[in-house]
């Protein structure tokens, strides 16, 4: 049930981030095999506002969300890029019935975020790095159309303070002391907190017993009331 719970919270955050500048969809039903995409999210314009940092770097093209609270396995990418082949099938016969050429561009690109990944999962997928996109960001076989941010890896800076927020541990707790410090100005600041306050109020619902889980709960407890309050 805590696993659904941060499910939850991913899309809704990323949705809430996102949605003023494209159109998002959560749970999007690939109808083949009634599958889900987590967030698939195709952007208005390419030029995404500098405030969304890494984030809107990732999403300046049709893309596929799919965040993981622990480490991914290779049997979920796998069934991740087998959502992308699906939606590509489903794009290219409503091109074919429309007799319009799709373009590569027009296809979604597939991002997992997980906390981390080992060394084994990422040359095993052909993953590597490159120096215009940065520590953290591994990108498979460009005709692949998929890279995978390993949150924990992400440089401490600004620009990555979005995603990682979606880490774990001290990763996590490190981002939201982040947040607070936040000018009251930030265009994301209140939505960020109002996502956190939701998370906390859900796990603590549950009554976690996972250390690291109900450390979260006492440190989120606070935020959204002082947010609120100012």
């Not at 809430?16 to 889900?36: D, F, P, Q």
């Not at 990422?122 to 005709?143: D, S």
């Amino acid at each position: 049930m805590t696993r659904f719970i941060y499910d939850e919270f991913s899309k809704d955050y990323l949705d809430e981030l996102l949605s003023a500048y494209g159109k998002v969809k959560t749970a999007k039903t690939v109808a083949s095999e009634r599958r889900e995409i987590d967030v698939y999210f195709e952007p208005y314009s390419s030029e995404l506002p500098e405030s969304l940092g890494l984030l809107g770097k990732l999403a300046s093209k049709p893309c596929i969300f799919e965040p993981y609270r622990n480490p991914v396995k290779s049997q979920e990418i796998r069934a991740c890029l087998g959502k992308l082949v699906a939606i590509e099938g489903e794009m290219i016969r409503e091109s074919n019935r429309q007799k319009r050429y799709l373009k590569e561009d027009e296809l979604p690109y597939l991002w997992i975020l997980t906390p981390t990944a080992s060394k084994a999962i990422l040359a095993g997928f052909g993953a590597k790095t490159y120096p215009e996109w940065g520590e953290g960001i591994y990108l498979g076989a460009n005709l692949l159309r998929m890279g995978i941010v390993v949150i924990h890896r992400l440089p401490v800076t600004p620009s990555t303070l979005l995603l990682r927020l979606l880490g774990k541990g001290k990763v996590q707790t490190r981002a939201i002391e982040e947040v607070e410090s936040l000018a009251e100005d930030n265009p994301f600041k209140s939505v960020i907190l109002a996502q956190l306050y939701n998370l906390q109020q859900n796990l603590f619902r549950q009554q976690p017993t996972n250390s690291e889980t109900q450390e979260l709960v006492m440190r989120l407890a606070p935020l959204y009331q002082q947010d609120r309050a100012k």
